[in-house]
Structure formats: structure tokens, C-alpha cells
């Protein structure tokens, strides 16, 4: 799929092919230093390599009831997007979302885009009805543009994450069902 930004540039969502490993792998390590909205830390995430990133990618290509994109601005990868469904038979219906989109790229559609996608993707799964996620309560701009999906929030985990400067943040539990 292909958009355009506020800033006239181009923005391509699509699935990476194992020859994105790098751009991806270069994507989440520079997310892991610029917010803490992720639950990788950056010390954890130095821990991936090309090998292990492109095994990621993979298993993503392997597995089709998983669903991972990214968001490309002139080649550069600025954005991804993972849905993985439930493991267990009795929740098969479910799968648990992740966005991240580097901070020079937010408030540009990107996020609203990636879940567009996504939910367009659950309505043509064959199992999936619901998609459902933990957010940090102070990601306030997540937050809104959840709702603003109609994702619903039904509760909250108190000091469900602890920074790495030793600061608890709630944790958001929220969820929408796509199709009945």
C-alpha cells in the first residue's frame, strides 16, 4: 500500500522480505533508544542480530496467521507492525498487536495507517475476530489513537512495567473485536 505524508513524501506499508533484516533490525534498535514506550530495552535489544532478525522475518512468512509489516519512507524502514495470533486453541480468535514508529516520523498518519491495515487484514482472516494489547498509560498519543479506532480499555495493571530509571507505569489493557 502505498500513501503520501504531510511532507509530500511517499509511504509504503508492506511485509519485509528477509533482504529488509538490516532495516528492520536498525529500525527497532534506534526505537529502543529514542522512546520508552517499548518493553525492549536498548541493552536487550543490542542482543538481536542479522541472523536472528532475519529468522524473524521468517517465521512471520511461515507462519500466515501472524501478520508483520513495515512502514518505508524513501527506503528507509520508520515503522513496523506485528499481529500474533494466540497460541492456544481456546483463544485462536485473538491476536496481540504491536506498532512502533521511529519519533522523527510520529504524528504523520503512520500509526493510523500500519493499523489500518491491520484490521483490514483481521476482517479477511479466517480466525481472527479481535485484536487486544497492553499500551503504557503515559503513551497518551497510542492511547487516543486507539480509541479514536474504537478499541476499547477494560482495565489497567498497575505497575505493570517498570523503566529503566526505576519509574512504574501502568499498563492499559485494551481490545476491539473486528467481525463477529
Given at each position: 500500500m502505498q500513501h503520501f505524508?504531510?511532507?509530500g513524501k511517499k509511504l509504503v506499508i508492506r511485509a519485509p522480505e528477509v533482504s529488509d533484516a538490516q532495516a528492520c533490525l536498525?529500525?527497532?534498535l534506534q526505537l529502543t533508544q529514542e522512546t520508552d514506550f517499548l518493553l525492549y530495552t536498548h541493552e536487550e535489544a543490542k542482543r538481536f542480530d542479522l541472523a536472528a532478525e532475519e529468522a524473524f522475518i521468517r517465521?512471520?512468512?511461515e507462519h500466515p496467521d501472524n501478520l508483520f509489516l513495515i512502514a518505508e519512507v524513501d527506503g528507509a524502514v520508520v515503522g513496523t507492525l506485528s499481529l500474533n495470533q494466540a497460541r492456544f486453541q481456546k483463544q485462536k480468535h485473538m491476536a496481540l498487536l504491536g506498532i512502533a514508529v521511529l519519533h522523527k516520523y510520529w504524528n504523520m498518519?503512520?500509526?493510523r495507517r500500519l493499523l489500518t491495515a491491520a484490521i483490514r487484514w483481521v476482517e479477511e482472516h479466517r480466525h481472527i475476530t479481535t485484536i487486544?494489547?497492553?499500551v503504557l498509560a503515559t503513551n497518551e498519543r497510542a492511547i487516543q489513537l486507539y480509541r479514536?479506532?474504537?478499541f476499547i480499555e477494560h482495565g489497567r495493571i498497575p505497575q505493570g512495567l517498570q523503566q529503566t530509571n526505576g519509574n512504574w507505569v501502568d499498563l492499559v489493557v485494551m481490545s476491539k473485536r473486528i467481525k463477529h
Open positions: 505524508l504531510p511532507n536498525d529500525c527497532f517465521s512471520y512468512k498518519g503512520i500509526g487486544h494489547f497492553e479514536n479506532f474504537n
